[in-house]
């Protein structure tokens, strides 16, 4: 397994080479100008040739290639350039916006977990019954909703009309992740409940189920000993795809409820031209969602031993 990590691990250098790359290039092609974005948000005019000199100052002048390897050069020796909007220092300010990130991540996942697993199995144990069609109905009402009406539901009702919750997210504590948690919460709770549903079914229908009530084993001990342990893959494989989303940021709601996470940090780079932030970004997504794939991997060999890794042998 050591082979195999080192491995993957090393697979993933060319990979951040060749996605910061394209993502340095494709900022580059877009047709916007950060030093032109930046002198416009001030709504002063000025000359061409303080433009020139901004430019000059922020090694925009010089060729695509150029500003590439000197951005390389610095990402080796951990400085990751400095923001062209507030002059900061991007790594710095990146990472100040994770913990907000990291615990909206956790809140969404959480809920998500202590909902969607109870219902699903519900809908399945109850199959075809009353409290199979209202959890496939409610399932179906929270994935038809986008996020930013749900977002606006939830404001409406908790902050506004009932004043329990802030409207607007000034902290970064438990009082003010409720709203946007829950948030995500629901849509991805609607999509994962009929997935837990399809797979808890398709686990009782197998035969050592009908073995083990031929014995006289009890459901509830079939069901949490037998059928949720063999479902453990199916449900880790689909809980492992909201974790990048969420520990990528997610713009829209980090955006309504002003949550400082870095889904609004990229919101805000991209709307400011600001290059050096977008490629603290894109470096965290693809680092995330290596990483997330790799513990997913190993996570999957814990659960079932026959599975192989890159052709490990026993």
Not at 163 to 182: C, E, K, Q, Y
Not at 239 to 266: C, N, P, R, Y
Not at 296 to 304: A, T, V
Request: charged share 15%; with cysteine.
């Amino acid at each position: 397994m050591r082979r195999y990590v080192v491995r993957r691990l090393l697979q993933l250098i060319p990979i951040l080479f060749v996605i910061t790359f394209l993502s340095f290039g494709m900022m580059r092609l877009a047709g916007s100008d950060a030093v032109l974005q930046k002198m416009e948000n001030t709504g002063m005019a000025v000359s061409q040739e303080v433009i020139d000199a901004a430019r000059r100052e922020l090694g925009l002048d010089k060729p695509f290639l150029t500003q590439y390897f000197i951005w390389l050069g610095g990402l080796f020796r951990g400085d990751m350039g400095t923001s062209y909007i507030s002059g900061q220092k991007v790594l710095p300010v990146f990472l100040s916006r994770l913990p907000a990130t990291l615990l909206l991540a956790a809140a969404s996942l959480f809920l998500t977990v202590l909902v969607s697993v109870p219902f699903g199995l519900l809908a399945a144990v109850r199959r075809d019954r009353l409290p199979d069609y209202l959890v496939r109905a409610a399932s179906f009402a929270g994935n038809s909703m986008p996020g930013f009406f749900t977002a606006l539901l939830l404001l409406y009702v908790f902050a506004v009309r009932l004043g329990w919750l802030p409207v607007i997210s000034r902290r970064t504590d438990l009082r003010g992740v409720i709203l946007p948690a829950l948030t995500l919460a629901v849509a991805m709770s609607s999509r994962y409940v009929r997935q837990v549903r399809a797979a808890v079914l398709e686990e009782l229908n197998r035969d050592y189920v009908a073995g083990a009530k031929a014995r006289g084993v009890r459901f509830p001990v079939i069901l949490a000993g037998s059928v949720l342990r063999s479902c453990l893959s199916s449900l880790l494989t689909l809980f492992s795809l909201s974790i990048g989303s969420l520990l990528g940021g997610t713009a829209v709601v980090e955006s309504i409820f002003m949550w400082d996470g870095v889904g609004k940090l990229a919101v805000d780079a991209i709307s400011m031209r600001d290059y050096p932030m977008i490629q603290a970004y894109v470096m965290w997504m693809a680092i995330l969602y290596s990483g997330v794939n790799l513990l997913m991997d190993l996570c999957y060999r814990m659960l079932d031993p026959r599975i192989r890794l890159g052709g490990a042998k026993e």
